[in-house]
C-alpha cells in the first residue's frame, strides 16, 4: 500500500501489530545489522577523538622534542599539532560532536523502526546511546589517553594532521568565532598561553619524579644544582675558628715549621690578626723557597704572596662560582658587613656541595657525611657541624633560615650558653648537650623519636 511516494509497513512485536510506520525505500533497504555497526563504527570514531584529545594534551613536550631531534617523523608532527592547539581542539570538539549527534541519531531511528514510535522506547534507547558514549567513547578512552599519552599522540598525529587540512575551511569560520567570542569577554590569548619553559622548581620536581629514568648519584648532583643559588657561601665556608692561616708576625722558625706540617695547597696570610690578611701563600712555592734559601726572611715570604680575594657572606653559591671562573681564582675569604673575617671558601667547597665529598684536606680526618644513626637511634657529633650537612645525612628537618650550625641553633634556642646533660627536642629529634668547652658547645647526641627508627627503646632511654 502506497502513501506518496512512501511504503507503510507494519510493525510486528510479540505477534501484535504496535503501529504502521512510513519509511523510505532508501532506509527500507538498509539492514538492521548495516545499521548496528555504523553505530559501532561511530563509537568508535568518537572514542579516538577523545583519546586522541586526552594524549596529545598530556604528552610530555620535551620528550617529544627529543624524539623530534633524534629524527621521529611522528614526533615533529606531533609538535606541530600542539603548537596549533587552538586548531587542533577546535578539529577534535568539532568531529566528536557531530559524530555523537550522528550516534544518537542512529539509535533513534532504529528504535522506532524496531520498536514503533514509542516515548518510552525512544527515551530509554536515547539514555542507553548517552551511557554507552560516555563509557566507551569519553572516559574509557580518555583514561587510555592519560596512560599512554605519547605513544597514542605519536599515532593520533598522523590522522589528525591530514584531517585537520581537509577541514581547515570549518576549522577557520569556528575559530574566528571563538575568536570573537573571547574579545567580547577581554581574554587575551597568545604566546603567553604557549609558554611551555619550566621555572627551576618545575625542573627539580621532573628531577625528582625520574624514578629509575635519573640514576640516584646523578639526581643528587642536579638536585645540589638546583640549590646552589638558594644558598650562600656562608653555608659551605670553612669557619673562622677553622682557619689554617700564617701568621707573620711570628718568627720565622714556626713560619718554617707550620709550612712543612701543612696539608693544604694554600694559606692565608696575616700579620698579627686574622682580621689583617695581606695575602695568598701557595705553598709548593714556599717549600720550594725553604730548599732553596737558607737564611730566609719575612721579606721572602712576602714575596710570594698573591692579592686576597675577599667576598660578602651573603654571595649566593652560585655567582661564587661564576666569580672563581672569571677572576682565574680558588680561594675567598668571606667578610662580613664590618670587613670581619668571617671564613673562607674554596672552588673545591663548592664542587664538593654538587657532588658531594670526594677528598679531604688532613690525611685522616673524618669525613662530613661518615656520620649516621646507630642501632640504637643515636647519632654523636660535633657542634659545628653544619646544619644542612646533618639534614642530608640523617633525614632531619633542622631550620635553615636562621643558624648555620648545630652550636648555633641551640645557643639561639637557649638563649644561654648551657651546661653539659641538658636536652632539647626539636620536632622528631631530641639534642642532648655532651660537652662545653670555651663558651661553646663541643660534641651533643642526636636521638631519632621517629617510631619507625628506636620505637620503645627510644622512650625508655629517655626516661633514665
Not at 168 to 189: D, E, F, Q, Y
Not at 318 to 342: K, M, P, R, S
Amino acid at each position: 500500500m502506497s502513501n506518496r511516494g512512501q511504503v507503510i509497513r507494519p510493525l510486528v512485536f510479540s505477534d501484535r501489530v504496535l503501529c504502521k510506520l512510513p519509511y523510505g525505500d532508501a532506509v527500507d533497504a538498509i539492514p538492521l545489522w548495516v545499521q548496528l555497526l555504523a553505530l559501532g563504527i561511530l563509537i568508535l570514531l568518537s572514542a579516538f577523538f577523545a583519546m586522541s584529545e586526552t594524549a596529545l594534551m598530556a604528552a610530555n613536550r620535551h620528550r617529544l622534542r627529543h624524539l623530534s631531534k633524534r629524527g621521529s617523523k611522528r614526533a615533529t608532527t606531533t609538535l606541530w599539532l600542539l603548537d596549533r592547539t587552538d586548531k587542533l581542539l577546535s578539529l577534535v570538539l568539532i568531529a566528536n560532536t557531530l559524530i555523537n549527534a550522528l550516534a544518537t541519531a542512529l539509535v533513534t531511528a532504529i528504535a522506532i523502526w524496531t520498536f514503533g514510535n514509542n516515548e518510552r522506547v525512544i527515551t530509554i534507547a536515547t539514555a542507553a546511546v548517552a551511557f554507552a558514549l560516555i563509557v566507551f567513547a569519553e572516559i574509557g578512552p580518555k583514561i587510555i589517553g592519560a596512560t599512554y599519552p605519547e605513544r597514542i599522540a605519536l599515532v593520533a598525529s598522523m590522522v589528525l594532521r591530514p584531517l585537520m587540512t581537509i577541514a581547515k575551511p570549518i576549522i577557520w569560520v569556528v575559530n574566528l568565532l571563538v575568536s570573537g567570542l573571547l574579545a567580547v569577554l577581554h581574554i587575551k590569548t597568545g604566546d603567553s598561553a604557549r609558554d611551555h619553559r619550566l621555572s627551576p622548581e618545575e625542573l627539580r620536581s621532573m628531577v625528582l619524579e625520574g624514578g629509575n629514568f635519573v640514576q640516584k648519584k646523578h639526581k643528587s648532583i642536579l638536585l645540589n644544582l638546583f640549590d646552589l643559588e638558594k644558598i650562600s657561601v656562608e653555608d659551605v665556608m670553612v669557619p673562622r675558628g677553622h682557619i689554617e692561616a700564617l701568621n707573620l708576625s711570628v718568627p720565622v722558625d714556626e713560619i718554617k715549621h707550620q709550612l712543612t706540617t701543612c696539608y693544604h695547597n694554600k694559606l692565608p696570610v696575616y700579620e698579627g690578626e686574622i682580621n689583617h690578611i695581606v695575602g695568598i701563600l701557595h705553598v709548593r712555592k714556599a717549600i720550594a723557597l725553604l730548599n732553596q734559601q737558607e737564611d730566609l726572611t719575612l721579606e721572602h715570604f712576602k714575596e710570594l704572596l698573591t692579592p686576597p680575594y675577599f667576598v660578602p657572606e651573603d654571595t649566593d653559591v652560585f655567582t661564587q662560582l661564576q666569580n672563581f671562573q672569571e677572576n682565574h681564582v680558588q680561594l675567598a675569604i668571606i667578610v662580613d658587613e664590618y670587613g670581619e673575617v668571617q671564613g673562607l671558601v674554596t672552588l673545591d667547597d663548592i664542587i664538593e656541595e654538587m657532588i658531594g665529598e670526594f677528598t679531604t684536606s688532613v690525611p685522616g680526618a673524618a669525613r662530613a657525611d661518615t656520620f649516621s644513626w646507630d642501632s640504637h637511634g643515636e647519632c654523636l657529633l660535633e657542634g659545628t657541624a653544619a646544619l644542612r650537612d646533618i639534614n642530608k645525612r640523617l633525614g632531619l628537618n633542622f631550620p635553615l633560615d636562621g643558624p648555620k650550625t648545630l652550636n648555633g641553633l641551640l645557643l639561639e634556642l637557649l638563649q644561654d650558653i648551657p651546661e653539659a646533660n641538658v636536652s632539647v627536642k626539636i620536632a622528631d629529634c631530641v639534642i642532648e648537650i655532651i660537652q662545653v668547652q670555651h663558651q661553646a658547645i663541643k660534641v651533643v647526641k642526636l636521638i631519632n623519636m621517629k617510631p619507625n627508627a628506636r620505637g620503645s627503646r627510644v622512650k625508655a632511654a629517655l626516661r633514665k
